[in-house]
């Protein structure tokens, strides 16, 4: 069993930038590919990046340019470093793990 929980969501102004950080915990090596996802209110969950164990990378189209995510795989830590802020990024941020475990969620709004 994998727990996954996220931390650095909050309320950043328009071009700020922000850090979301995951830590897993429980049967992590067997970890393949984990990811990051958002769901802004009425609307369904969309990815917006993962990393696999070779740190091959995606990212949506809307956030290539600006997001970055990482993997500390040793440590269980994934990160996302959010840059250039757009209001449409406000979500609902949810780290997955091999698309069957997620974590419960931190919020970012971005708002002047």
């Known amino acids: 069993q994998v727990q996954l929980v996220e931390s650095g969501g909050g309320l950043v102004q328009p071009g700020g930038s922000l850090k979301l950080s995951c830590a897993a915990s429980?049967?992590?090596?067997?970890?393949?590919?984990m990811g990051w996802y958002r769901q802004a209110p009425g609307k369904q969950r969309e990815l917006v990046a993962t990393i696999t164990t070779r740190a091959t990378t995606n990212y949506a189209d809307s956030v290539k340019g600006r997001f970055t995510i990482s993997r500390n795989k040793g440590e269980g830590m994934m990160y996302l470093q959010m840059n250039n802020l757009k209001p449409e990024d406000s979500a609902v941020y949810y780290c997955?793990?091999?698309?069957?475990?997620w974590g419960q969620g931190t919020q970012v709004t971005v708002s002047s």
């Open positions: 997955s793990a091999d698309d069957e475990h």
């Open positions: 429980g049967t992590i090596s067997s970890i393949y590919v």
